[in-house]
């Protein structure tokens, strides 16, 4: 085994039993031996399957200044805890010396050896000293404090039970944000169904104990019944922190003991706590998921070694995946690449317009979209190209209330449907006619009430980047001040004068930058925006869809740069829809090419624009893409059937199956 020195590390802690010693810091010097397998990092030259020293001697030296121990076995056991249980390392030796403690001898000191597998089977809460008196008492103080609750459930309808559980919740504690939701396996006893988790964070002047007692009335008053340890459960509610508090009596242990072994509690945590220090720990959420055998990282299994009713220690893969609900149907976002179909009830849509602008024709049309294999359908009652004519709230209204109630009344409720509207009345209007999802083409900038029907009706809503980005306006300037040039020169010509604004005019041309900021940089300061704003006023964040708005006052450069970096936008970990369908910058890149310069662009019904297309929606769902929003479902359905073979294992096992 590999080992991994940090020697004589000087820290000033309090430490002793003496009077002296509790209220003056003294000298201590920390030596960790860890042991650990570093092959794979001296391979691949990765940070990431190494320990990174700095972070680990700050959690050691925090720990140590904060800890007040009085021997120093306590004080390297808690070191000793801090290595395997907060870095993943196997096995530790840490040597701890006290200068100047002795008389006759230049220090005493104290070195212990520890494993990873004795913290697991000894999951006690080292409590250090200075905090017992916080530890054993009831209060937590005054106030707003601030707690991170977990949530599971395998019974029932599993979301709606998290959901009923926020509703009950929010008489005592204010949601300040949820994370994610996550579906995963079974842990510890592994025969039952998988479990729907998620966590939240809250503001509360209820006290620990208090807030216990409260949680555990809402698990009865849910219909949750104690059978046995770690089985089914139709609502489980876990105080994971409270503050910074450490707290261990016989019915409340925080922080949560077993916490940082769990994916299913410290992947969502991770999403509205990154930075959260453990207090006993002193390392952040993000440390901990890194050390899970995963690496924290969603599109891998977890294999790790577990109990079950029928074997013992064996290998076992959990999975966790991130889950959505659109109207009473759960889907989990690394299934496939889903299909939005649209049905523009419109006269004037530029590929469509006018075709299914009929309650008899739409009605046929969605029945023709879900037999070719969509997964959504998408109704739109007012074009969003850039420039379209722009009609009133209530007519927009009249043209999709009518076809969302006959496509339920005919085809039924398992078909989500999604409204096309800027508008929050027509969203209402729609969703309580049948809808399931809002998509907001921009992005709730043009009426931002459409944020509080969304929170009203518990939809997802799709926010769309349609905002003109710098380099769009530039490159419209440009346009303008050629044509203006053109039209100079031609009067010049005309009249045989000669006009000073030309060389003006090309001048500020020649100032104009089309290449910074980047169209990546300007998504993600949009979307983050975006996302600050809906969680403020209380949406869940699985109920938010980005969109990149390709084509949505971009320039060529810029749309195809989305497709090129499209994977830096999954870093915010929201799903992502794509709509490249027969737009113009497809067009282009095939102008571009043609040999005769002469020739005009493809037409958006051409076929050359369905063939590129079906190559953004290919490229799309390499980088990770969850929707792709498309006129065409036969074609790019049979795309999508390769591209996610390839691209997403669960898909190709469904369709082995």
């Known amino acids: 085994m590999d080992k991994i020195i940090i020697q004589d590390l000087l820290i000033q802690a309090v430490i002793g039993v003496n009077p002296g010693e509790r209220i003056i810091k003294q000298n201590i010097i920390i030596t960790v031996t860890a042991y650990k397998d570093l092959s794979k990092c001296g391979s691949s030259d990765n940070v990431n399957d190494t320990v990174s020293y700095s972070s680990l001697s700050k959690s050691i030296c925090s720990y140590s200044e904060s800890s007040h121990h009085y021997t120093l076995e306590a004080l390297a056991t808690g070191v000793a805890k801090i290595c395997c249980l907060g870095f993943g390392i196997e096995r530790v030796k840490v040597l701890v010396q006290k200068p100047g ?383 203006n040039n053109n039209n100079n020169n031609n009067n010049n010509n005309n009249n045989g004068e000669y006009n000073n604004d030309d060389d003006n005019r090309s001048k500020i041309k020649q100032l104009i930058d089309l290449s910074s900021p980047s169209v990546i940089s300007t998504l993600n300061s949009f979307f983050k925006e975006r996302i600050e704003t809906c969680i403020k006023l209380g949406l869940f964040r699985w109920q938010i869809i980005l969109d990149p708005g390709l084509g949505f006052y971009k320039t060529y450069e810029q749309s195809i740069e989305i497709l090129q970096r499209g994977k830096e936008l999954m870093g915010l970990g929201f799903p992502v829809l794509i709509g490249p369908s027969r737009k113009g910058f497809i067009a282009n890149t095939i102008s571009r090419a043609e040999k005769d310069k002469s020739l005009p662009p493809p037409s958006p019904k051409s076929e050359r624009r369905l063939w590129g297309t079906i190559a953004c929606c290919c490229i799309g769902s390499t980088w990770g893409a969850n929707i792709i929003r498309i006129h065409d479902i036969p074609e790019i359905r049979d795309a999508m059937l390769i591209s996610d073979s390839v691209n997403k294992p669960q898909r190709r096992h469904q369709i082995q199956k």
């Open 101 to 483: 403690a002795i008389k006759l001898a230049k220090w005493p000191g104290v070195q212990i050896e520890r494993t990873l597998e004795y913290f697991k089977s000894n999951s006690f809460v080292e409590i250090p000293s200075k905090l017992i008196n916080k530890s054993n008492s009831n209060g937590g103080g005054g106030g707003n404090n601030i707690v991170y609750l977990a949530f599971g459930s395998n019974l029932g309808d599993k979301f709606q039970n998290i959901l009923n559980s926020f509703k009950r919740l929010e008489k005592q504690c204010f949601i300040q944000s949820t994370s994610f939701m996550y579906e995963s396996s079974p842990q510890y006893y592994r025969e039952q169904d998988s479990f729907f988790n998620c966590t939240c964070k809250v503001s509360t002047d209820l006290k620990p104990h208090d807030l216990l007692k409260f949680i555990k009335q809402i698990e009865n008053d849910m219909g949750r019944i104690e059978t046995f340890r770690n089985g089914p459960r139709v609502i489980d509610i876990d105080i994971i922190y409270y503050n910074s508090l450490i707290i261990k009596t016989d019915d409340l242990e925080i922080p949560h003991p077993l916490m940082w072994e769990r994916d299913f509690v410290l992947l969502p945590l991770s999403d509205i706590a990154p930075n959260f220090i453990h207090p006993t720990l002193h390392i952040t959420t993000n440390r901990m998921k890194l050390n899970l055998p995963n690496g924290g990282n969603i599109n891998l299994p977890i294999v790790s070694s577990s109990t079950t009713t029928t074997t013992t220690a064996s290998s076992v893969v959990n999975i966790i995946e991130k889950v959505i609900r659109i109207g009473n149907i759960n889907y989990n976002w690394n299934d496939k690449t889903f299909i939005m179909g649209i049905l523009n009830v419109t006269p004037d849509s530029f590929v469509d317009g006018g075709k299914f602008n009929t309650l008899e024709k739409s009605i046929e049309q969605a029945k023709t979209l879900i037999e070719q294999g969509a997964d959504i359908i998408d109704i739109g009652g007012q074009s969003t190209y850039p420039g379209a004519p722009q009609i009133s709230i209530e007519e927009e209204i009249n043209r999709v209330v009518p076809t969302i109630k006959k496509i339920r009344e005919v085809l039924g409720n398992d078909i989500p449907l999604s409204i096309d509207t800027l508008h929050h009345q027509v969203a209402k209007e729609a969703i309580l006619a049948g809808c399931n999802i809002i998509n907001d083409v921009s992005g709730a900038m043009t009426d931002p009430q459409i944020l509080l029907i969304a929170k009203e009706f518990r939809v997802p809503i799709i926010l769309n980047h349609s905002q003109p980005t710098t380099q769009y306006l530039q490159q419209k300037q440009n346009e303008q001040y050629n044509n």
